[in-house]
């Protein structure tokens, strides 16, 4: 079975940064969408980014653009996401998806309902 693992959450100040870390194993495709996202209690689940591993490129919410950055250790199977200048509104459940290119290359990477995978989440508290 496809396995994805989150790990790095913690809590920070405001303008702090953390890295997470997303890692697969029993992944059946040479390529794929890898996507992190992120939730509150009674809120949505929100895409926050996203990368093809078989091109390199990237997306980004426009609320986390300049911010964070994700990238893909090919080798280790692992995707990353660094947040820099943390704000409070960062703060929720993180969470890494996985699925086919097409979510990615087709526009749909912030679509939560577009991903088979999920890894099991992270907390991430931001607090001034």
């Known amino acids: 079975q496809v396995q994805l693992v989150e790990s790095g959450g913690g809590s920070v100040q405001t303008g702090g940064s953390l890295r997470l870390s997303c890692a697969a194993s029993?992944?059946?495709?040479?390529?794929?969408?890898m996507a992190w996202f992120r939730q509150v209690p009674g809120k949505e689940r929100e895409g926050v980014a996203a990368?093809?591993?078989?091109?390199?490129?990237?997306y980004y919410a426009d609320s986390v653009k300049g911010r964070f950055t994700i990238s893909q250790d090919n080798a280790k199977s692992t995707v990353y996401l660094q947040m820099n200048s943390l704000k409070t509104e960062d703060t929720a459940m993180y969470y890494c998806?996985?699925?086919?290119?097409?979510?990615?290359?087709?526009?749909?990477?912030?679509?939560?309902?577009?991903?088979?995978?999920w890894g099991q989440g992270t907390q991430v508290t931001v607090s001034s």
């Open positions: 029993r992944y059946p495709y040479s390529s794929n969408c």
């Open positions: 990368i093809y591993t078989g091109g390199g490129t990237t």
């Open positions: 998806a996985a699925d086919l290119p097409s979510v990615c290359v087709g526009g749909r990477w912030s679509h939560d309902a577009d991903f088979g995978y």
